[in-house]
């Protein structure tokens, strides 16, 4: 996108156009500037500058009444080369710290954890908040557990690195007794502890092939490898909240926007997709994280045009997880970029 240079003039403008319409979320015309904004400027030289913000594209006039609202370009300018972003105060994080101890979670549950802070992020951004949990295939593998639950099946617990479980469910082909799932749980520990899960997908052939005890059992391990050691499926990554405070916003009085957000929460695998593709990055320096803004039609899908995609990484050891929220164009950009980036280094510690 090719921005004009602006003067200090329009900036002073086009912010105050961006801030006043994301409180009242109606257009702002000069006549409100000059009167709410000691700019010392005449009625008439705002209205001068925003018709040259609205030639340049940075503004529009949504119909005719004399008030103007942001465009995706407007956005964007104010948020690359605008936007301040100070860090988060104590009161943001009192409310945040209260809100966790409102909701009952398991501090040792990677799920309740990531869920939780999706409902705290929901909650405090009045926005569609959206934590995606770390791909594991990098994860370190920690230990390995059988549990009979019959004679023809077992259920296999892996715990993986930083409080995250998985479990999977196997069909027997062969009877087994308690003394050879001991010994095959002892010795899966021993070849593959420390290992990530990519090294054990693709080297446990190889690592377990001097073992003649218990082969079948073994086996039976080995050939599921790929299903038992692969990265937790789109479905289980995915934890979202906040929906019962998006729609209160003035933009939901369209059903189409309703619809369109309707079909976003239900197609999770476009959701993530939209959570991981990089956007703009918005440096952090408060924190050194990096914050990824992505606007209207940069978003890739058709239905999120009309939306903003705020997201940051958070870390798990040496996997790493994305957290964000999904809004209107109208947005507080900078107390967004706040919360997500605390929430995200809240979570790192959370789970680390």
């Known amino acids: 996108m090719m921005f004009h240079d602006l003067s200090e003039r329009e900036r002073q403008v086009l912010s105050i156009i961006i801030q006043a319409y994301v ?4 257009p702002v015309g000069s006549r409100y500037i000059a009167r709410n904004y000691n700019l010392g400027l ?11 913000l609205e030639d340049a594209g940075y503004i529009s006039q949504p119909h005719t009444s004399a008030g103007r609202v942001p465009t995706d370009k407007g956005y964007r300018y104010y948020v690359d080369l605008i936007m301040r972003v100070k860090g988060i105060d104590d009161e943001e994080i009192n409310r945040i710290d209260r809100n966790f101890r409102l909701l009952k979670y398991d501090p040792k549950d990677s799920a309740d954890i990531l ?3 999706a409902k705290v992020l929901g909650s405090i ?28 099946r077992i259920m296999v617990v892996l715990s993986i690195q930083s409080l995250f479980v998985r479990t999977i469910v196997m069909e027997l082909s062969l009877e087994v007794s308690r003394q050879q799932i001991d010994n095959v749980i002892e010795l899966l520990n021993q070849r593959l502890s420390g290992l990530t899960l990519r090294e054990i997908r693709n080297s446990i052939s190889r690592r377990l092939a ?9 086996n039976m391990i080995v050939g ?26 003035p933009e939901f009085d369209q059903p189409q926007k309703v619809r369109d957000l309707v079909c976003m929460i239900e197609d ?11 956007g703009r990055v918005k440096p952090v320096t408060s924190s050194g994280m990096d914050v990824s803004i992505s606007i209207g039609r940069e978003n890739r899908a058709t239905t999120a045009e009309d939306f903003t995609v705020v997201t940051t990484p958070y870390y798990v050891g040496n ?24 929430m995200a280094d809240r979570l790192s510690h959370s789970l680390s």
């Open 125 to 152: 951004s009045q926005q569609l908040s959206v934590v995606i949990s770390p791909r594991l295939s990098n994860a370190l593998f920690e230990r390995l557990d059988l549990v009979v639950l019959s004679s023809s």
């Open 268 to 278: 999770k695998n476009r959701m993530v997709e939209l959570l991981e593709k990089e």
């Open 115 to 117: 869920q939780a802070a």
């Open 23 to 26: 409180i009242n979320a109606s």
């Open 224 to 249: 599921s490898a790929d299903n038992l050691f692969d990265d937790t499926p789109v479905l289980e990554r995915l934890y979202i909240a906040g929906a019962e405070h998006i729609v209160n916003q």
């Open 42 to 52: 005449s009625d008439a030289t705002i209205r001068n500058v925003m018709a040259d």
């Open 210 to 218: 001097d073992c003649d005890k218990d082969r079948e059992l073994l």
């Open 319 to 342: 996997t790493i997880g994305r957290l964000g929220v999904l809004g209107p164009k109208r947005m507080d950009y900078e107390r967004v970029v706040r919360l997500v980036n605390y």
